[in-house]
Structure formats: structure tokens, C-alpha cells
């Protein structure tokens, strides 16, 4: 009878450690993608900082919403989508892969590709 | 050929500067971007009034009239230039709808500072978390906005506004 009771007791003490271990992970969980997201956004009130870096009352209202929507179960992606409809592009540090942006994300690669054109037509100019 | 090689990083360098030039003459300020709402449906919001709780201001209230959107708060020093501004629109302009939003402010203070400054708008509501603020895009105060009879947000203006502004941006819009 004893022993009954001992196995119980152990059962509710293994799972409230289970419980509480997922709840604290969770938590941590949910603090890392709040840094990771607010990491990729930047702060309109500051000189060149990001969200998380910042302690601007813009940053930590914009912190609280993130954290807010990640805990409802939004994906970031809806979560930045909902943030440039409000403040624009200029909120994130990377711009988006769009088709207003094309230019910008090919530029790199239009010029890797001249380089690498004229190089080619140069050593082949070297040889003859 | 050799000229070809020489001459084609120095084209590409001046291209790279005429687009870097071209920004910097057009007076963009990368600190004011321009708002993303701009000529898009005003957001949906819901207020209280300042000095009736049950007195309710909503999106739908603002349709088919020209209306004039200020966020301001009590401790916002740019918000005091601006304000007596906003006496002369009320002149000038007495069909324009004139609603502030008073932004993140103790009520009491919200109050004593239009008893001591003089209320120039037809309704101010309350928005004491942020989150109307937060559906206009506004990240610092004081900040304007002019709604269209369509419900259209057809200008924005960050910072005080200031007797050229208003000349020159505001009034040519109303």
C-alpha cells in the first residue's frame, strides 16, 4: 500500500517535471525566434539598429507584438508581412525577393557575370 | 579592346554614382520613408472619446468627409510647436474633421494639456496602448495624416507641421 502511494507521488513528480520542462522550453522557445525575427528588423526611431538591439519604446512595443503574435501561433512570415503593411519595406534590413526589388537583388550577379565575361575574353586574348 | 577593359568598371562606377546622386538630390530623407498606407484604405480602428468614455469614434464615422488625423501626446515637446497650427486649419478649414489621437498618455495630463492649450479638434480619442498608432504605422510623434471622402490616407506627414508645410503639402490636398 505504501509502495502504491510512493509510485504515485513518483509519477506526479516526473510529470510535473516533464510539464515544467516543456513550459520553460517553450518559453525559450518562443524568446529565441522573438530575438531571431527582431534581429531582421530595424528600429525607424534609431541610427542603424535593429529591434532587438534597440530599447526604444518603438522597439519594445514592436518586441511585445512579436512575441504576442509568435505565442498566437502566427508564422513569421505573417508576422513581417503584418509589419511592412504598417511601417513598409524599410522596416526590414533585408528587402524582399519581389519583383520591385529585382534589380537590386540581380545587380551583383549582372556585374559577377560582365566580370567573368571579360576575364574569360582576356585570357583567351593572352593565349593567342 | 584594351580601351573596352578599361573603360567598362569606370561606366558601371558611373552609373552606381548618377543612381547614388539622383537619390541624394531628390530630398528622400532615409529617415522619413515613405508610409506604406499611403493611398490605401484608412486602417480599422475604434476609439473613446478624452472625455467620455462611452462617446465611441470608428473607421466608419470618418467615411465621406475630408478629415485630418494628428497622433500627439502631453509629453511630446514636437507636438506643442504644432499644436496652434491646428487653430488655424479649424479656421480656415471648418468642413475639415479634425480628430487627434492622443497617444499613450495619462488621461489627467491628455486633458490638462488641451484645457491649457486649447483644443482645436472635433474628437480626441484615446489610444492609450499603442495600438491604433501601431495600424497608422506611426513610430514617433507627432504624426499627420489627411483621409479622402473615400477613406483614403492620401497624405502623411512625420514630425511638427510647420506654416510651409501646411502652404505648400497640406493645403494644395484640401
Redesign the interface.
Known amino acids: 500500500m505504501k509502495l502504491s502511494h510512493f509510485y504515485k507521488f513518483l509519477h506526479i513528480i516526473i510529470l510535473s517535471f516533464v510539464f515544467f520542462t516543456f513550459k520553460i522550453f517553450a518559453v525559450e522557445n518562443i524568446d529565441e525566434r522573438v530575438k531571431k525575427l527582431t534581429l531582421e528588423l530595424r528600429c ?2 534609431c541610427q542603424n539598429q535593429s529591434i532587438y538591439d534597440s530599447d526604444a519604446e ?1 522597439s519594445n ?1 514592436i518586441k511585445k ?1 512579436v512575441k504576442n503574435k509568435l505565442k498566437a501561433g502566427e508564422s513569421e512570415r505573417d508576422i513581417k508581412k503584418f509589419l ?7 522596416i526590414l534590413f533585408r528587402p524582399l525577393m519581389n519583383y520591385n526589388n529585382i534589380f537590386l537583388w540581380s545587380f551583383p550577379f549582372i ?1 559577377l557575370i ?1 566580370g567573368l565575361f ?1 576575364v574569360l ?2 585570357s583567351k ?1 593572352n593565349k593567342v | 579592346m584594351n580601351r573596352i577593359f578599361i573603360l567598362t568598371p569606370l561606366i558601371v562606377l558611373l552609373i552606381i554614382c548618377i543612381f547614388s546622386l539622383v537619390y541624394l538630390l531628390s530630398g528622400k530623407d532615409p529617415n522619413k520613408p515613405p508610409s506604406a498606407l499611403l493611398n490605401k484604405d484608412v486602417p480599422i480602428f475604434e476609439s473613446s472619446s478624452l472625455y467620455n468614455a462611452k462617446d465611441i469614434i470608428k473607421t466608419k464615422d470618418i467615411k465621406n468627409k475630408k478629415t485630418l488625423i494628428n497622433f500627439f501626446a502631453s509629453w511630446c515637446s514636437p507636438c506643442k510647436i504644432e499644436h496652434p497650427l491646428f487653430f488655424e486649419i479649424r479656421k480656415k478649414y471648418p468642413e475639415l474633421y479634425l480628430l487627434g489621437f492622443n497617444h499613450k498618455d495619462p488621461t489627467s495630463d491628455a486633458k490638462k494639456y488641451l484645457k491649457d492649450d486649447g483644443n482645436p479638434y472635433d474628437f480626441v480619442g484615446v489610444d492609450s496602448d499603442g495600438l491604433i498608432a501601431l495600424e497608422f504605422g506611426v513610430f514617433g510623434l507627432p504624426e499627420t495624416y489627411l483621409i479622402n471622402e473615400d477613406g483614403k490616407i492620401i497624405y502623411k506627414f512625420m514630425g511638427p507641421i510647420t506654416m510651409d508645410i501646411l502652404k505648400n503639402e497640406i493645403e494644395p490636398l484640401l
Not at chain 1, 511592412?84 to 524599410?90: D, F
Open positions: 525607424m526611431t518603438f512595443d507584438i511592412v503593411e504598417r511601417y513598409g519595406e524599410y556585374l560582365i571579360f575574353i582576356k586574348g
